[in-house]
Nanobody, 120 residues
């Protein structure tokens, strides 16, 4: 089992920044990639970004590239999502996920989610 705990969400104004964190524990050795997804009100959950557990091959949903940055800290078993120039349409619950493979990225474990609200 792998446990994922997100933190760092909150309320921010348009143009602001937030950094989300996801701390992994348990049998993390079985995971090879980490990622972020989000679910906006009334919408399906969508992919945001993914990365290998060693911090390689960051990949983004095309519309978010340039504003969002995914990274890892292996010493802390933590994956981050730096979000800059936030827009109201970024308002969503953000979820961390762990996958046994980078491609395809198939979440085996999910965090509980952290709320991000961007005010206009």
């Amino acid at each position: 089992q792998v446990q994922l705990v997100e933190s760092g969400g909150g309320l921010v104004q348009t143009g602001g920044s937030l950094r989300l964190s996801c701390a992994a524990s348990g049998r993390t050795v079985s995971m090879n990639a980490m990622g972020w997804f989000r679910r906006a009100p009334g919408k399906e959950r969508e992919f945001v970004a993914k990365i290998t557990v060693n911090g390689g091959s960051p990949f983004y949903e095309s519309s978010l590239k340039g504003r969002f940055t995914i990274s890892t800290d292996n010493a802390k078993n933590t994956v981050y999502l730096q979000m800059n120039n936030l827009k109201p349409e970024d308002t969503a619950v953000y979820y961390c996920a762990a996958s046994r493979s980078y491609f395809p990225f198939s979440p085996a474990y999910w965090g509980q989610g952290t709320q991000v609200t961007v005010s206009s």
